[in-house]
Structures are given as C-alpha cells and as structure tokens.
C-alpha cells in the first residue's frame, strides 16, 4: 500500500491533498491511504466536520522501504523521519522542487495556490473522474486556505477556476461567507500553548548561511499573537537553542488587513529580517505592510541572501 502524507506541522493543503489523493487512486484500484505527521490544526478540523470526512492517522515514522508519496512539500526537513530509508514513488507539490531521488520516480508540480489545486484539475477534471461532494468540499477548503481566499500573492487564474468548479460539487454557495467560517476556525486558538502556537505552521529551512525555522500564524486576530509577545521571545530562544538553528522567525499574518508582524530569535535575526524585509516597528513587532505569503515573499528573500 502507498502511503500519502503532506509536511510536518500539517495544514488543510497538506491533509486534504493526500485524502483526495488517495480517494483518486484508490478509485483507478490502486492501493493507497492518507496520513497525517502531527495532529490537525483547527482549520482542518472544521474542515473535515464539515464535509464529514475521517480524519487521517497520526504516524512519525514508517518502515524503511515503504512505498510513499509526497504531498504539498519535498524539503526532507519538513518530511517524516529517515524519509531518505523511504521508497519515494511520486510527489505532488506546488513548492520550490529541492529533493533528491536516487530513482525516476512520477513528479507533478504546478505554481499554483494549493497543492489541492493540482490534485482536482491535473488529477480529477483532465481525467473525468467523479468527485464526489465531501472531496470536492476539502479540495476547495484548502485551495482557499493556502491562497488566503484568493488574498496570496500565491493566487493564480487555474485557482479560480477551479475555485469555482469545486464549490458547485460540493454545493459552497457563497464562497467568501465560507472562507471567513475557515479563518475564523482557524483562528479560534483559545488556550493554546506558545510552543505550539510558534509550531502551528512551522517549516525548517536550509539557506545558505545556516539553517532557519519559519513558524507562520495566518489569522483574523493578529492581538492574539501580539500580546503573548514577552512568551513568544522566551520560546522563540529556547527553540533555537534545542533544534540547534541559526534563527527563527515567527510570522503574524493578518489575513483581512494583508500585514504581517513578525518576532524573532534574537537581535541579530531581528536585524537580519528588518533589513530583508525594510520592516518597521508597530504594535511592539517588526511590521510589513502586504507581506502575507512565506511562500512568494519571505523564502525567496532568505535563499538569496
Ligand atoms: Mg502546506
Ligand atoms: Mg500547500
Ligand atoms: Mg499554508
């Protein structure tokens, strides 16, 4: 059986891309299953309720040789354990292609907004494969989760498209009441712990002159963050100091005001993003005005410095 899993930290695009996936396959007979490396966020929680769809199991690691494929990522340092003991058959991604393979194996990448994109348009539509509702529902959840509702610089005219397609399946009347119910779950932290709102979102990086942390916090309620900012930095160090990291940098995402602030490691990164990123202090945190995608905008800028 192959097994089908997103990154590390997963969000919505990384789940649904794989329970979509695997519905696909499994409907050509092929013997495939999702899995999910780390507990849901809220988003997909909601997400998964809504359309009445299974959650996938937990696992952190598999049997060296186990068939796998990747979904929504191909860094080995947002993948499971020993990916490198793994037999990666395929991957499926829309993010910048940096994994080695010691084999041909099936590659499929698009720049578009969602891993769950490709998977309804290239797998799906070209193939006149029935969807049904809850997997049109999931593809189009998290297509509009990882473009921010069409907001991400991420955003392409297929997304749209194909946006529009999903929400007659799975019956989505009004897409921009729908996308705000997402945000909003997902932005319903209550007493969530600092640690695990840095590793909400949280992606590992090797750039150049050292390997860096990303952790990203997309929400309707930026206070939230801001005022947790004295724990924040605390975590922050001690999270550098035991993944042994160069810096990390943690990401406030406004999604309705397209802004971000930011908190680092320590002065040094402090200086390091202000100066990539021509950030200004407001509300107590580096602030840049549209810079809403980790993506597009903030790891180009760290893999050419
Ligand atoms: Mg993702
Ligand atoms: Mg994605
Ligand atoms: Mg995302």
Do not use: W
Not at 146 to 158: A, E, G, K, Q, R
Request: net charge negative; hydrophobic share 40%.
């Amino acid at each position: 059986m192959k097994h089908i899993f997103g990154h590390k930290n997963p969000d919505t695009d990384s789940i649904c891309s794989a329970i979509a996936y695997a519905d696909f396959l499994n409907k050509q007979n092929i013997d495939a299953k999702a899995f999910a490396l780390g507990s849901l966020n809220k988003e997909t929680q909601f997400v998964l309720e809504y359309f009445g769809i299974e959650a996938p199991e937990q696992i952190d690691k598999l049997p060296a040789g186990t068939e796998v494929i990747l979904v929504d990522h191909n860094e080995e340092k947002q993948s499971i354990d020993k990916i490198k003991d793994l037999d990666i058959v395929e991957i499926i991604d829309h993010h910048n292609l940096k994994i080695e393979t010691n084999k041909p194996i099936s590659v499929l990448f698009k720049p578009v907004g969602s891993t769950c994109t490709i998977i309804a348009e290239e797998k799906y539509f070209k193939n006149n494969v029935e969807l049904t509702k809850p997997i049109a529902g999931i593809l189009l959840s998290a297509l509009i989760s990882d473009t921010l509702f069409f907001h991400s610089p991420t955003t392409t005219d297929i997304d749209k498209v194909v946006a529009e397609k999903l929400s007659k399946i799975a019956e989505v009347e009004n897409l921009e009441e729908f996308s705000l119910k997402l945000f909003n779950a997902k932005s319903d932290l209550g007493d969530i712990s600092v640690e695990k709102l840095i590793k909400l979102d949280y992606k590992t990086y090797d750039f150049k002159d050292g390997t860096y942390s990303i952790g990203v916090m997309e929400t309707t309620n930026a206070k939230f963050g801001l005022d947790k900012k004295e724990d924040i930095l605390i975590k922050l160090k001690e999270l550098k100091e035991s993944e042994d990291l160069s810096g990390i940098f943690f990401t406030i995402i406004d999604i309705l005001n397209e802004e971000s602030y930011t908190f680092t490691s320590g002065d040094t990164e402090d200086a390091l993003f202000t100066k990539l990123f021509s950030a200004v202090e407001k509300n107590n945190a580096l602030y840049v005005d549209k810079l809403i995608s980790r993506k597009k905008q903030i790891v180009p800028v760290f893999e050419k410095m």
